[in-house]
C-alpha cells in the first residue's frame, strides 16, 4: 500500500544526497548555453515541420483531467521526472508533448468559478450552462426541473452514436458523477445521481435520476467503466465487495440486471472486480460495464490495497479502446482522471499528483494505440483549483517536500512551508501554523496547509489548457471559451450542425489557398514586369 511514496521518498533522498551524481548532470548540461540554444532550435524545426491534418476525425477521444489547473499539470510533471530520479522541471508528461494547445475560460453562466457539470456542459456539449447542472441550457437554473425539460442540450457522445460510432465512457468517479453524466444525462441538479436523491415534485414533473437515464435512455453505451455501484443497486441489495453496504436506490430496482437483461442476445458483460475485467475479452465483447466500487474507485495509490482489486485508468483505456476501435464508422471515448479534483478538496497533494501520472499514463495508451491521422485526441480539464506551489525552491527541491530555508524567504513565523500550498481547505488551523520540521510531508495522506479554513478546498477561477493531436488539432490555438471544445471535436468529426458546415468550409479552404496562388502567381508576374521595366 505505501509502496509509491516510500519510493518517491527514497528517489528524492537519492537525489539530494547525490545532487552531483543524479540532479547535478542536468542542470550542469544547462549551463552550456548550446544546450539551450539547440534545444530551441530543434523545436522550432518542429514546429515549422507541423503540417495540420485537415481530414475528418473518425474517432475522438477526450481525456479530462477534473480539476487539472495548469499549477497541477506542472507540479505533477515535475513529480514524474522526480519519481523517475531527475531533477523533474525538465520533465514532459504524455499531455505535454501534444503538439497543440489552447486555454479555454471556465467560468459558468452564473459564477465566475464554475463546477464540473457546468463545465463539462460546456466542453461536451458546445453551451454553457448554470452552476451545478448538467446536459441544460443557461435558461435552467440549479434544481429547476420543469425548466431541464425543455432547456436540454446534446453531448458529442450522443451525436457520435447518432452518426454509427461506438462510444465509451472511463472514469475513476462514481459513473453517475458530473462529468460522466454530462455526456449521457439532463439534471437540473448534479445530485440527482439515485432515485432517493430526485425530490418528489421533481419527480412527478418527469425529472428522473441519472443511474436511471444511464440505464434506461442510453443502452448504446458500448463501455461504461467507473465506480458508483449502490446508485444502480437497491436498499435491500448487499454489496459483493463490502457485506456491511447496501445500495442506495430507493425504488427497489436493480439497474446493473436491468443493463444485463436489456443487453440479452448481444455480446455484452457486467464485471465488478479486476480479475473478472483482466478476463474480458476485448474480440468478444461489445458491451462492457465495469462498476469496481459501491462510489468512487480509489486513488491510485490506494488501489493496490483495494479489497477486489481495482484495474488502473490505463488498463481500463487500453480495453475500452480495444472494444470501441472494432467498429469501421469510429468511436467517441470519455477518459476521466476523476480523482485529481478529489485529491485537491481533500487538500492531499500527494493523490492529486499521483492521479495525474495514472491519468497521464491513460494518454500514452491512446497515443500508442490509435493513429493519429484520424484520430483527434483532445487533453483538457473542467476547471483549476486553489492549488500552487512555489516559495524559491531550489532545483530539484522535491515538489512534495518543504521549501528549503536557504535564506531567500523571510518567513516571518520562522517555520518551513511546504513547497504546495492551497489558498482555502482543510490544511487551516486555528491555533496557527504546524511545526513542519520532521513531518513526512510526502507522505499520500498528509494533508497541505492554506490560509482559510474549509472543509474542502475549492475550485480556482482561472483557464485551463486543452491539448491536442490528430485532424483539426491546430484549431486549439489561443484563449477560447471553453465550449469551444465541443464546437472542435464536433467540427473535426463532421458531427451534428457540422455535418455538412465542415465539409463545406474545408472546400472553401482549399478554395482559398487556390486564389492564394493565383494571387502569388500575379505578383510575381508584375515584380518580374516591374524589373523588366
Ligand atoms: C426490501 O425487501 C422488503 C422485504 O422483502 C420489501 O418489503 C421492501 O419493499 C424492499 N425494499 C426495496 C427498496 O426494494
Ligand atoms: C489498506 O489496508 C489496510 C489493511 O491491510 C487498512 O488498514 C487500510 O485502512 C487500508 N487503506 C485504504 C485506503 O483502504
Ligand atoms: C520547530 O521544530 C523544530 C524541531 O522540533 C525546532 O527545532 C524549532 O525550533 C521549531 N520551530 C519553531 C519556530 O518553533
Ligand atoms: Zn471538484
Known sequence: MFGAPVKFVLVVA?????????????????????????????????????????????????????????????AGRILKGQLAGRTGEEELLEMDKLP??????????????????????????????????????????????AASLTGKVKSVL??????????????????????PAATYAYAANRAW?????????????????????????????????????????????????????????????????????????????????KAEFDQVDPAETDYLLGLFEPSHMQYSLDTENDTAGEPTIAAMTTKALQILTKNP?????????????????????AHALHDVIAFDDAIAVATGMLDLDETLITVTADHSHMFGFGGYAPRGTPILGLVPDDGENIVLDNMRFTNILYGNGPGFRQEGRQNLTGVNTADKDYIQQSAVPMKWESHGGEDVSVFADGPMAHLFRGLHEQVYVAHVMKYAACLGEYAEKCQTSRTASAADKHSWSGFTLVSTLLLIKSIIN
Not at 459564477?111 to 441550457?137: C, F, I, M, P, W
Not at 461506438?166 to 468517479?173: A, D, E, K, N, Y
Open 100 to 145: 497543440y494547445s489552447a486555454l479555454v475560460k471556465t467560468y459558468n453562466v452564473d459564477r465566475q468559478t464554475g463546477d464540473s457539470a457546468a463545465t463539462a456542459t460546456a466542453y461536451l456539449s458546445g453551451v454553457k450552462a448554470n452552476y451545478e447542472t448538467l446536459g441544460v441550457d443557461g435558461t435552467v437554473t440549479y434544481d429547476d426541473c
Open 14 to 74: 537519492a537525489c539530494w544526497s547525490s545532487w552531483a551524481a543524479i540532479c547535478y548532470s542536468q542542470t550542469d548540461e544547462e549551463k552550456r548555453p548550446e544546450y539551450w540554444n539547440d534545444q530551441a532550435w530543434r523545436d522550432i524545426q518542429d514546429v515549422l515541420n507541423l503540417q495540420p491534418k485537415t481530414g475528418v476525425a473518425k474517432n475522438l477521444v477526450l481525456f479530462l483531467g477534473d480539476g487539472m489547473g495548469v499549477s497541477t499539470v506542472t
Open 193 to 273: 445521481e439515485h432515485d432517493g436523491k430526485v425530490p418528489t415534485e421533481a419527480q412527478s414533473l418527469g425529472c428522473t435520476d441519472i443511474a436511471l437515464q444511464l440505464v434506461e435512455d442510453n443502452p448504446y453505451i458500448n463501455v461504461i467503466l467507473g465506480g458508483g455501484r449502490a446508485y444502480f443497486t437497491n436498499t435491500n441489495q448487499t454489496d459483493p465487495e463490502y457485506p456491511d453496504q447496501k445500495g442506495f436506490r430507493t425504488d427497489g430496482r436493480d439497474l446493473i440486471q436491468e443493463w444485463t437483461d436489456g443487453k440479452a442476445g448481444s455480446a455484452a458483460q457486467y464485471v465488478w472486480r
Open 158 to 179: 450522443r451525436h457520435a452514436h447518432d452518426a454509427g460510432k461506438s462510444t465509451g465512457i472511463v472514469v475513476t468517479s462514481r459513473i453517475t458523477h458530473a462529468t
Open 329 to 349: 464508422k469510429g468511436f467517441f471515448l470519455l477518459v476521466e482522471g476523476s480523482k485529481i479534483d478529489l485529491g485537491h478538496h481533500d487538500s492531499k497533494a
